[in-house]
């Protein structure tokens, strides 16, 4: 084995203890979630970025059968709640809890899949920096499995 | 020629049946890129994750070209892949090994299965895991029994874990895969199985990690550790440092720095990569 690749044995491992040592302290405890809710724009910002979700989604034929019969007023008020809080802002999700909402709906991976994409496009048309995104994706990321299969 | 047919059976499984419904129901990049060997993962390694963009119900797949020049050799790969339902894959590669010095090559099919057992890769905490199994076969045997290769055919088995953290360290979006392989393989298999060294299966490493600069475009490191069961050169282990730009979820470009070692007598084997997948 030569130097560069017993160079490149220490880079692997050290990336291994990296991330799988530090990332739940990069996106749990170093943040504590206060500089989400500013980096998605407070809560006007985070009203925004539902609202701009909400149109991805009643564009996307995959997913908006999901939408078509429910109060999207409703809809909006508590996931902007409810993204708000998980982003550490002065809200308080008032919704039904994640199963409750979603049982009956038969949401599948790919709807799930697909959601997440349409909040993606809104975040890249609300310029929100890619970090702010990953946080917000791995805080919503968790909730697959109460909202897919129900 | 073999290379010619996997071509047109791939072009028409890519165009015929699914041309118009491709599968589309993962996020982009988590079909990975085709390996040399035909299995999706990275370029090197065969990670946990399934071929192409197929979940629920779906079926999908890939094609691949993919092009290897260091110092003194090149391999040229034409890859596909099936795949079904996020849960398992079959896949295909037709290899072309060029001597150049020589003005020799070496021919070997790679016929691969993979099967997801348990996890996923964005959603669950514990990583996705799948089993595979890698069927070679050296369809020009002149210089591997030449050099003392055992056998012209051979199973390579493997275990892999692939997790992605979507807000690791910088909150970016980073992934890692550790593969343990049981293998015979000489140089992959392009110069045969077993050797006058050893002629019994290794449980070889594999390990590959990557951070995600945006959803489209990654950067990372593969290793793989290999046998050495030939004595009359020593084989070394593979590694690479690659770039992956995946545009849409039909198309992936995987560009890499490559370091093989020393290869059939000839050290310090570095050069290029390039691999191009289409998915359906």
């Given amino acids: ?150 | 020629m073999k290379i010619k047919q996997i071509v047109m059976t791939s072009a028409l499984l890519a165009f015929l049946p699914w041309g118009a419904e491709a599968a589309e129901g993962r996020l982009l990049a988590t079909g990975g890129a085709t390996t040399t060997e035909g299995a999706a993962g990275g370029g090197l390694v065969p990670w946990a994750v399934i071929s192409g963009y197929t979940e629920d119900d779906e079926m999908g797949g890939t094609v691949a070209l993919t092009r290897a020049q260091v110092d003194d050799y090149r391999l040229d790969v034409t890859a596909a892949s099936f795949s079904y339902k996020n849960r398992f894959e079959i896949s295909i590669a037709a290899q072309q090994f060029t001597l150049e010095n020589l003005g020799a090559e070496l021919r070997q099919q790679v016929f691969g299965m993979k099967y997801r057992v348990a996890g996923d890769l964005i959603y669950t905490a514990m990583p996705q895991v799948s089993v595979g199994a890698l069927y070679k076969r050296n369809t020009r045997y002149d210089i591997p029994e030449l050099v003392g290769s055992q056998r012209e055919n051979d199973w390579e088995a493997y275990i892999a874990a692939s997790k992605v953290w979507l807000a690791g360290p910088l909150d970016r979006t980073w992934l890692a895969n550790v593969t343990v392989r049981a293998t015979r393989a000489n140089q992959f298999g392009l110069l045969g199985f077993g050797g006058d060294l050893n002629d019994s299966y290794d449980v070889r490493v594999e390990a590959a990690t990557g951070v995600f600069l945006h959803r489209s475009l990654a950067i990372g490191l593969e290793y793989r550790q290999k046998p050495n069961n030939l004595s009359f050169a020593r084989e070394d282990d593979a590694m690479s440092a690659f770039i992956a730009w995946f545009p849409s979820k039909r198309v992936a470009l995987v560009g890499a720095f490559l370091d093989l070692g020393s290869i059939a007598g000839a050290d310090n084997q570095t050069g290029y990569y390039l691999n191009l997948q289409a998915s359906f």
């Fill in chain 1, 1 to 150: 084995m030569n130097k560069l690749q017993t160079g490149c044995i220490h880079l692997v491992g050290l990336i291994f203890i990296v991330a799988i040592g530090f990332s739940p302290i990069t996106s749990t405890v170093a943040h504590a979630n206060d500089s989400l809710y500013d980096a998605l724009g407070g809560t006007d910002g985070i009203e925004k970025l539902v609202e701009e979700l909400l149109f991805n989604v009643a564009e996307d034929r995959r997913i908006r059968h999901h939408f078509m019969d429910i109060d999207v007023v409703r809809l909006h008020e508590k996931l902007s709640e409810q993204i708000c809080e998980l982003a550490g802002g002065p809200c308080t999700y008032t919704g039904d809890d994640m199963v409750k909402s979603h049982t009956g709906m038969g949401v599948t991976r790919s709807d799930f899949n697909a959601l997440v994409e349409g909040l993606q496009l809104a975040m890249d048309d609300l310029n929100i920096s890619i970090s702010a995104q990953n946080r917000l994706l791995a805080l919503l990321a968790p909730m697959h499995d109460e909202i897919v299969g129900r």
